[in-house]
């Protein structure tokens, strides 16, 4: 099927739907947020469900931005389709207060991976890989409910910093894909082990749910120059260090109707004290991060808007930079550098519920508009060159088709102008174009 067959089969599938119930008015799968955890009405004794989501994009550029061509990315067309998550979620009430929360996520199909420090071989890597992928163990908790203004979790959970991981399900953003915006710097989903506490106080217009949390650092071991911090996310051996843990805090505003507005912290004092091996920065001195985030979201019957702001710091960048480009070829992590000192992005998106505004019968769609910056090179140390390639200035537009109110069609063009801050106007790089499709779903399937 050619672009333009795929763009006609778009609308066609679009304009064939009938007249479902509004999207939203079902209960989804719980984002595990402070609020969501608390509202235990929704089943007796324990509910089962989850989300996917399938994507087919047509590109016009290649797969390597940094082949060493000056113009940036080559002009080519190439087309790509994949599952990129399959989630299963479990909820179950020992009783009113005890509840274990579960969720198992299969990424692009799977994956048998390993990977191994043999100390007693001088501290060398072993990895085997027997197919593309990732199954990870996204969330596994207890949770004891005292009173909504105090609860407390432990065992595995999101880690609430920015608007996509702290509501990360597809319904919750309009594009095929998660808002780059925030995945080009951050984990996605980030997932750690440790405790949290959580509630909510004030009622109506002075409504506030927080989440305060001790979780495994990062690793700066996987920190580079294209991703920022995103490698950094424990996870490939049997246990996370623990050296120097993160604290994160997160407030979410709620006392207008339709509006949600929170702010998220993150912290972590030595991010080198985690790393695999000791020796790693022992003569650099500390490498610590901090991360805040800002986001919101105001919806009624008419129009859904959305928008994030990320702004992070790493200290001591610049040797941090020149210890990684001596890491073993062996290890997992990407030796890519210089890594910057701060990095950042934004976003905003808005849509419009066209059912609101056409009298009769018609589907749930939504058309939006998306624009995005996002820097992981935003500012180096001392006389790091930040490479260009990674400054994008990015805008999307779509629609987004809720056939049943948990089952979403989508489709999307992206424009993205590489080397960039403008809003408008050409970057230093060739642009990059695509058209996607995708279908995603959520809900829970079961409860007793």
Not at 219 to 245: C, L, V
Not at 294 to 317: E, H, M, P, S, V
Request: glycine share 10%.
């Amino acid at each position: 099927m050619n672009y333009k067959s795929f763009v006609t089969f778009a609308i066609a599938l679009a304009l064939s739907a009938g007249s479902p119930a509004e999207a939203g008015t079902t209960t989804t799968v719980s984002e595990k947020s402070a609020a969501a955890a608390a509202d235990t009405s929704g089943y007796h004794r324990f509910r089962f469900g989850g989300y996917g989501e399938m994507v087919a994009s047509f590109k016009d550029y290649g797969i390597n931005r940094f082949a060493g061509t000056s113009s940036g990315n080559t002009r080519t067309h190439r087309n790509t389709i994949s599952i990129p998550r399959f989630v299963l979620a479990f909820d179950y009430k020992f009783n009113s207060k005890w509840i274990l929360g579960a969720e198992i996520e299969f990424e692009s199909g799977g994956t048998g991976s390993a990977v191994e420090l043999e100390n007693s071989e001088n501290g060398e890597y072993e990895t085997e890989i027997e197919k593309g992928g990732e199954v990870a163990l996204e969330q596994f908790h207890i949770t004891r409910l005292i009173v909504p203004q105090f609860n407390i979790r432990a065992g595995h959970m999101i880690v609430p910093i920015g608007l996509t991981n702290a509501h990360h399900e597809p319904i919750n953003f309009f594009g095929t894909v998660r808002p780059q915006s925030e995945t080009s710097l951050l984990p996605s989903t980030w997932h750690e082990t440790g405790i949290q506490f959580f509630g909510s106080f004030g009622r109506k217009a002075t409504r506030f749910d927080y989440q305060l949390m001790v979780v495994a650092g990062l690793n700066a071991n996987g920190f580079n120059r294209d991703e920022w911090i995103s490698g950094g996310k424990q996870g490939f051996f049997e246990h996370d260090n623990f050296t120097s843990p993160a604290y994160v805090a997160r407030i979410d505003y709620s006392g207008v109707p339709g509006l949600r507005t929170g702010v998220s912290f993150y912290y972590c004092r030595d991010a080198g004290s985690n790393s695999d091996k000791e020796h790693t920065y022992s003569s650099i001195g500390r490498i610590p991060v901090a991360i805040g985030t800002w986001d919101a979201q105001y919806k009624n019957r008419f129009i859904t808007a959305r928008a994030n702001l990320t702004y992070g710091y790493i200290g001591n960048a610049a040797a941090l930079s020149d210890a990684n480009r001596l890491l073993s070829n062996k290890s997992p992590y990407s030796r890519l550098i210089p890594i910057a000192k701060n990095a950042l992005s934004y976003g905003a998106e808005a849509g419009v519920n066209l059912r609101s505004l056409i009298k009769g019968r018609f589907p749930t769609i939504y058309p939006y508009a998306r624009y995005e910056y996002y820097n992981p090179q935003y500012r180096g140390q001392g006389r790091a060159t930040m490479d260009r390639r990674l400054e994008v200035s990015q805008w999307q537009i779509g629609a987004n088709w809720f056939a049943l109110p948990n089952l979403v069609v989508k489709a999307d063009y992206t424009t993205r102008q590489v080397g960039t801050a403008k809003v408008f106007g050409k970057g230093l790089y060739n642009s990059e174009n695509e058209f996607s499709i995708g279908v995603a779903y959520i809900g829970w399937f079961i409860r007793k």
